[in-house]
């Protein structure tokens, strides 16, 4: 009997709109002005949710909202692929054909409004034509209002949702891309839209204002910050913080993808941050390297949103640091990359060292230590210093931070420094200092030293006179054993 009851409501819903579709045509060719909706003016069919049920089977529920738009009804046809989607029971996803099993209105809409559908065997794999309107009496609500001059209309004025709608799923993975207006040269809606303005000839017909959207697994593949830093920021237990952030250009924003540091300190390494915008996406990093036989390999790893990862950069003079970040949005096909080069700008310093006492080995080994000249005038006015006179600045120098780097065997030196301008330490135990002062390093620039002789005896580094003397006397003495042992030589 229930069976019998159901087809024969069946028949009476396709009779019923059979005839507002032969009276819609009708009138439709009749008298018919299309607006033109704004951009913000729509009717969406949004897929929100995928569930899987208790005998593994799966369903997705579509949501219809209204944006800012009013009607008093529409018509709209639209095609889909059956062989993977079928009407379902909202509740327990049995197939069904019946609309108020397979779609529910919101609680403000059920008395008010009535949707009639009936199969559409379209140009491609089948869909539905479906109507809703308005079912008397109808009862003024939040979003049901009577306009001067139209009367009853449903007014979407700030998003809602007007009902929901539920289709089982034959398929694995939603594929919102089969769900599309079917378009007709004969019969209304042609554009496969139509919405009622007024009740009367005024309509909305731009594909437009029908649209189908997926929502069910996000697609935002993008970062909200990247953050580069280094050292602690302040805790309780100790107050004092060392953190710092560099600034990369340009300044982050989400929809730009390349950045660029210039990083004029010397760092061996830098922490980066990577936030992500969803929480359901994933990151991964990626560092350039250059294996043993000079190729440029790639190193990459899962890293965690909001958590500093420690990025090792390319020494001074070699290639850039580049690193890149790999979003991946929580549909896994969505993939967005974000790419930070680390230039490391940098001139040269060169030059050689000799040292009498060692000139019969050829080693000339020494160390150069570089200040920052604004560094070294904090503790040394060198305006004030005199030559052959004691004093500690090797001692003071020492405490300062300085790149220090050791010639070859040679005595030849050739160091990459930041452009800036430095104080110049030739330095080696036993021997006299010398320093060059304030010498400016310009990007892309050499500078070159020359030779330079170190004098020997300077024992305790305070330039004495004791240790000049004793330096002019070690340099004769080691001189002469050099040609006593040359003639020695050349007699055996």
């Known amino acids: 009997m229930e069976i019998k009851q159901k087809e024969t409501t069946k028949i009476i ?62 018509d709209v046809r639209f095609t ?68 001067e001059n139209v009367g009853m209309i449903v007014d979407t004025g700030g998003d809602v949702l007007i009902g929901k ?28 839209i139509k919405i009622n303005v007024d009740g009367g000839k005024t309509y909305y017909e731009d594909q437009t204002t029908f649209r189908f959207t997926d929502k069910t697994e996000s697609k935002d593949a993008d970062l909200s910050n990247i953050i580069l830093s280094k050292g602690q920021q302040a805790t309780e237990e100790e107050q004092e913080t060392t953190y710092k952030e560099y600034e990369y250009t340009p300044k982050f924003d989400k929809n730009t993808q390349d950045y660029e540091l210039s990083l004029l300190e010397y760092m061996d390494n830098i922490d980066l941050t990577a936030i992500k915008s969803d929480e359901k996406s994933t990151l991964k990093i990626k560092t350039a390297k250059r294996d043993e036989n000079g190729n440029i390999t790639y190193e990459e790893k899962d890293i965690t949103s909001g958590e500093k990862n420690e990025i090792i950069l390319n ?9 890149t970040i790999e979003v991946t949005a929580e549909d896994t096909r969505v993939k967005k990359e974000y790419h930070i080069t680390i230039k490391k700008p940098y001139g040269t310093i060169k030059g050689n060292i000799k040292t009498l006492p060692t000139e019969s080995t050829g080693i000339y080994k020494s160390t150069i230590r570089i200040y920052k000249s604004e560094d070294v005038s904090q503790i040394i006015d060198w305006g004030t210093v005199e030559n052959g006179k004691t004093d500690t600045i090797h001692e003071q120098l ?26 110049i330490l030739l330095d080696k135990p036993g021997y006299l200092d010398h320093i060059y002062t304030k010498r400016t390093v310009n990007e892309g620039e050499t500078i070159d030293l020359g030779e330079k002789e170190l004098k020997a005896g300077d024992i305790n580094k305070d330039r004495s006179s004791a240790n000049t003397w004793l330096n002019s006397t070690y340099e004769y003495i080691w001189k002469r054993f050099n040609q006593w042992w040359i003639w020695t030589k050349i007699r055996l």
């Open 80 to 147: 889909y692929d059956t062989s993977q989607y079928t009407p379902s029971n909202i509740e327990t996803n049995a197939e069904t054909e019946d609309k108020t099993e397979f779609f529910k209105f919101e609680n403000e809409f059920t008395d008010s409004l009535e949707l009639f559908t009936i199969p559409y065997d379209g140009q491609e794999k089948g869909g539905m034509r479906a109507i809703i309107s308005f079912k008397p009496p109808i009862t003024e609500t939040e979003h049901i209002k009577n306009k």
């Open 165 to 192: 709608m539920s289709f089982k799923m034959n398929t694995n993975k939603f594929d919102i891309s089969s769900f599309k207006l079917e378009t007709s040269n004969n019969n209304s809606p042609k554009t496969g």
């Open 13 to 74: 819903a396709t009779i019923i709109i059979a005839t507002i579709i032969i009276l819609n045509t009708i009138y439709t060719q009749a008298a018919s002005i299309s607006v033109t909706p704004t951009e913000n003016q729509y009717l969406e069919l949004r897929a929100t949710t995928i569930n899987t049920m208790d005998n593994q089977d799966k369903q997705i529920i579509f949501e219809l909202w209204g944006h800012d738009i009013e009607f008093k009804g529409f």
């Open 398 to 423: 020492l405490e300062l931070e300085s790149k220090d780097e050791d010639t070859k065997d040679d005595g030849t030196y050739e160091i990459y420094v930041i452009p800036g301008t430095y104080d």
């Open 315 to 323: 020494k001074i003079g070699e290639e850039d640091t580049q690193i």
